[in-house]
């Protein structure tokens, strides 16, 4: 009789825990709007902070989605999505936004959408070589190539590599590349590189930079000040947020004109 009562709690908790994520991963809260750092205004007043809590989701997407459901839950219509720790947690904050910031900015994001503009252009004059890519905008000198791929005529070959954070800072300051000095770059100087309209799933310039996966890149500038979390930028979606310095992140190092 023990062990059935313990079987029967044993699965119910298992139900339990499915029903949790399976809410967690459905986005129910589609009217909830998803901001970063950079689409903030006084029109919007934070009301919580917001974390995934004991839910551990596998994507940044998981975690937005979770996110934006628990401020749909409080009321909120937006979220300021702040921190992703791949299989730990998602943090952000709940917000409460003015009529006119959310109406404003869901045209703003469907003009985006529907402009017929090149994906290739990044704002920034770039000039193309077969191993580097020079910045004459920012005067800095992008490498072409992830690390873990190696140059080919005008491809990246191979499958691009992922770091810590430290690591990537060593890989990019030992870099023995044209007798030039490198460094990770800015999450601005990183954030130039993204494409107003995506190709291929990619907020990037494939062409001028081959192999480029969609995910995150690791930049130099910290998250809240501290070396606990980092500003990477995701060439998935295009957008920059926190994640945390020992998660693994793709490199690409600059080095100054």
């Not at 070589?129 to 005529?153: K, M």
């Not at 992140?249 to 080095?255: A, H, T």
């Amino acid at each position: 009789m023990f062990r059935l009562l313990s079987s029967i709690c044993l699965v119910a908790g298992v139900l339990l825990l499915a029903c949790q994520n399976s809410r967690s991963l459905r986005d129910v809260a589609r009217p909830v709007l998803l901001l970063y750092q950079a689409d903030m205004g006084p029109e919007c007043v934070p009301l919580a902070n917001l974390s995934t809590g004991s839910l551990r989701p596998r994507s940044v997407q998981e975690g937005q989605i979770t996110l934006r459901n628990n401020a749909a839950d409080m009321g909120a219509n937006a979220v300021l999505f702040e921190l992703y720790n791949p299989g730990q947690e998602a943090t952000g904050k709940a917000l409460r936004c003015t009529p006119a910031f959310v109406h404003d900015y869901r045209a703003a994001r469907e003009a985006e959408l529907s402009q017929q503009a090149s994906s290739e252009d990044s704002g920034n004059t770039l000039e193309v070589g077969p191993r580097f890519i020079s910045d004459l905008t920012q005067r800095i000198i992008w490498q072409r190539c992830s690390y873990g791929q190696t140059q080919a005529q005008e491809q990246c070959e191979g499958t691009a590599a992922r770091f810590t954070w430290e690591s990537a800072i060593t890989y990019c300051r030992t870099l023995d590349l044209d007798d030039r000095r490198w460094r990770l770059p800015t999450v601005d100087e990183l954030r130039s590189l993204v494409s107003r309209r995506p190709s291929n799933g990619l907020y990037i310039n494939a062409s001028i930079f081959p192999g480029t996966p969609a995910d995150v890149y690791w930049s130099s500038s910290l998250f809240n000040e501290s070396p606990a979390a980092v500003r990477v930028v995701d060439f998935g979606n295009g957008k920059a947020f926190g994640y945390g310095s020992q998660n693994p992140g793709y490199v690409r190092c600059v080095s100054d004109r």
